[in-house]
Antibody
Framework: EVQLLESGGGLVQPGGSLRLSCAASGFTFSSYAMSWVRQAPGKGLEWVSAISGSGGSTYYADSVKGRFTISRDNSKNTLYLQMNSLRAEDTAVYYC???????????????WGQGTLVTVSS | EIVMTQSPATLSVSPGERATLSCRASQSVSSNLAWYQQKPGQAPRLLIYGASTRATGIPARFSGSGSGTEFTLTISSLQSEDFAVYYCQQYNNWPEAFGPGTKVDIK
């Protein structure tokens, strides 16, 4: 059974930093691209970032480019999102998401974590 | 950048009735279109991918159609558990984009 468990969310002041983690199990982690998707309170879904199975290719939404960094440790089956220079508009639930097609980055998501809430406020 | 739109924003349907949700892309995404269902307090769930293929475990009352820029999700006979928000998503190229969602509520 595929499981994705996010952690690391919390309250942070504007300009601060936070690192999210996603522990994956139930599939061959290194074979699949992964993503972070966020949802602001009461709003829709927004792609944040994606990373290939090897970690060699990464994609970012314009809204986070230069501030967020996606990475993965395939030896630990863990996905990360380093978030710097956080803004109030980054407040959202952040979901870890597994890409459906092995070896393909740009594809749909077949599994989602339950999400971790990041609140940026003074 | 491709922009996704969905209509209507809210759809009020009685249990047992048919629901038809629309999704439009600002340029062709071929058949690289997925539909997700999200209930309050839960993560999204994949319903349809490739515009028309049901994901594993999705009931046959859910069907998808379309290609290019126009897509439809049909729920043939709404069950109580189907009242939720539905999002379409294009994955033809980056940045992938979600539509704003259609809320299906009880009439």
């Amino acid at each position: 059974e595929v499981q994705l468990l996010e952690s690391g969310g919390g309250l942070v002041q504007p300009g601060g930093s936070l690192r999210l983690s996603c522990a994956a199990s139930g599939f061959t982690f290194s074979s699949y691209a992964m993503s972070w998707v966020r949802q602001a309170p009461g709003k829709g879904l927004e792609w944040v970032s994606a990373i290939s199975g090897s970690g060699g290719s990464t994609y970012y939404a314009d809204s986070v480019k230069g501030r967020f960094t996606i990475s993965r440790d395939n030896s630990k089956n863990t996905l990360y999102l380093q978030m710097n220079s956080l803004r109030a508009e980054d407040t959202a639930v952040y979901y870890c998401a597994k890409r459906m097609v092995q070896g393909v980055i740009i594809t749909c998501v077949d599994y989602w974590g339950q999400g971790t809430l990041v609140t940026v406020s003074s | 950048e491709i922009v996704m739109t969905q209509s209507p924003a809210t759809l009020s349907v009685s249990p047992g009735e048919r629901a038809t949700l629309s999704c439009r892309a600002s340029q062709s995404v071929s058949s690289n279109l997925a539909w997700y269902q999200q209930k309050p307090g839960q993560a999204p769930r994949l319903l349809i991918y490739g515009a028309s293929t049901r994901a594993t475990g999705i009931p046959a009352r859910f069907s998808g159609s379309g290609s290019g820029t126009e897509f439809t999700l049909t729920i043939s006979s709404l069950q109580s558990e189907d009242f939720a928000v539905y999002y379409c998503q294009q994955y033809n190229n980056w940045p992938e984009a979600f539509g704003p969602g259609t809320k299906v509520d009880i009439k």
